[in-house]
């Protein structure tokens, strides 16, 4: 038997149900280490703009549900601006920006609640539409995938630099919400198969 000279790499493992303890953990049932789950909040009193809900399922390439699957989203506020160091100037106060929730563990829904986004420069100048980025996590996912989701019917869209440079435009609709209501939205994320959601190398 050869004796190695050299480390031996690490096995691989996924974001595996895990997730949800350190992530979300009151989410899980684990009581006492944050208030509350952080990300859970989007906004607070004040905020301004369009208080919108989004709901959604993250769907494998069998069409089953993943029932331990998280996202984390990300949004400018109502006026475009994003949280933080936005040289176009400071951002609604009253919102972060920034979520995380997590699919039910029994049929995998996960639901947000948020502000509907204003448009945002591209950086060539050029106006993006109205959007919310995605980043999932799963287990059996071993990189994060990151998507966005676009309203319908907005007229941005048909010019959007993102969605504009999708080569199979036939695709683009998986990115489109579905509004079931005023000022609700439905958003699947399929990882495979026909209805393939398009993901973005960011």
Same mark, same amino acid.
């Given at each position: 038997?050869?004796? =190695?000279?050299?480390?031996?790499?690490?096995?691989?493992?996924?974001?595996?149900?895990?997730?949800?303890? %350190?992530?979300?953990?009151?989410?899980?049932?684990?009581? &006492?280490?944050?208030?509350?789950? =952080?990300?859970?909040?989007?906004?607070?009193?004040?905020? $301004?703009?369009?208080?919108? $809900?989004?709901? &959604?399922?993250?769907?494998? &390439? =069998?069409?089953? !549900?993943?029932?331990?699957?998280?996202?984390?989203?990300?949004?400018?506020?109502? #006026?475009?601006?994003? !949280?933080?160091?936005?040289?176009?100037? !400071?951002?609604?106060?009253?919102?972060?920006?920034?979520?995380?929730?997590? %699919?039910?563990?029994?049929?995998?829904?996960?639901?947000?609640?948020?502000?509907? @986004?204003?448009?945002?420069?591209? +950086?060539?100048?050029?106006?993006?539409? @109205?959007? *919310?980025?995605?980043?999932?996590?799963?287990? &059996?996912? #071993?990189?994060?995938?990151?998507?966005?989701?676009?309203?319908?019917?907005?007229?941005?869209?048909?010019?959007?630099?993102?969605?504009?440079?999708?080569?199979?435009?036939?695709?683009? +609709?998986? =990115?489109?919400?579905?509004?079931?209501?005023? %000022?609700?939205?439905?958003?699947? *994320?399929?990882?495979?198969?026909?209805?393939?959601?398009?993901?973005?190398?960011?």
């Amino acid at each position: 038997m050869q004796k =190695l000279t050299q480390l031996q790499e690490s096995p691989s493992q996924t974001a595996g149900p895990y997730v949800h303890i %350190g992530c979300v953990p009151n989410f899980a049932g684990i009581t &006492g280490v944050y208030p509350n789950d =952080l990300g859970a909040t989007m906004f607070r009193d004040g905020v $301004k703009g369009e208080r919108i $809900k989004v709901t &959604g399922t993250i769907f494998d &390439g =069998l069409g089953a !549900p993943l029932k331990d699957a998280m996202v984390e989203v990300w949004q400018a506020d109502a #006026n475009g601006i994003y !949280p933080g160091n936005d040289p176009r100037g !400071p951002a609604d106060p009253n919102f972060n920006g920034w979520g995380r929730v997590a %699919g039910d563990g029994t049929t995998g829904v996960w639901n947000l609640e948020t502000i509907k @986004p204003g448009p945002v420069p591209f +950086p060539d100048g050029r106006m993006m539409a @109205p959007h *919310i980025s995605f980043w999932v996590v799963a287990r &059996g996912i #071993n990189i994060a995938l990151q998507t966005r989701m676009f309203f319908p019917n907005d007229p941005m869209n048909e010019r959007d630099p993102w969605l504009t440079r999708i080569e199979h435009q036939n695709r683009v +609709p998986t =990115l489109i919400a579905t509004q079931t209501q005023p %000022g609700t939205y439905q958003f699947d *994320i399929h990882l495979q198969g026909p209805a393939e959601t398009v993901f973005f190398d960011v």
